[in-house]
């Protein structure tokens, strides 16, 4: 986690001086931009946005990777996928989505819901701690400032949710 959210600071670093890295945001419902749909979660829109994605996913992305790096690995690129085609279905014309934030609310969806899916009580605890601690961020689905993309949370968020199903482990087996 500390080696992804390295990279995104460099990319922002790479970015603000050389404005190269901003085309590799997604503009809305159109064919060519679907190429960004991934790199969409890689930038953002300044260092203060950069900033605000760090923290929730250094801890969100920590406790979703200690389950296994591959299906960590599986979670977050569904995440991506649905939170970016979401985007690239729903942003408002000329608009141009970038950041990790749509990756931080799917994280947070499937940590909440995993435990339920999978029907172990540890993992129950801990997305009901998670959805304590973070559970304030859902306020960022909805559509209250036009500068944020709301979008980008909410279909990050049915990314995490659906990836919590996709990925669900068997059910533990009685001796």
Known sequence: MLVWVALLWALEAIDSATG??????????????????????????????????????????????????????????????????????TAPAYSNTAGASGVVFGLFGYLVVRGFVDRRPWDVVIGLVVAVVYGSILWGVLPTNEA????????????????????????????
Not at 150 to 156: E, K, N, S, Y
């Open 20 to 89: 190269a890295l901003d085309t590799f945001g997604l503009s809305p419902r159109s064919l060519p931009e679907l190429r960004d749909v991934l790199p969409m979660s890689f930038l953002h829109h300044g260092f203060a946005h950069v900033a605000s994605n760090t923290i929730p996913l250094l801890v969100l992305g920590f406790i979703a990777a200690l389950s296994g790096i591959r299906r960590f690995a599986s979670v977050v690129l569904t995440v991506m996928l649905v939170g970016g085609l979401g985007v690239w279905l």
């Open 148 to 175: 944020i993309s709301w979008q980008g949370h909410l279909f990050g968020l049915v990314g995490g949710v659906l990836a919590a199903f996709w990925f669900r482990r068997g059910r533990p087996t009685a001796v």
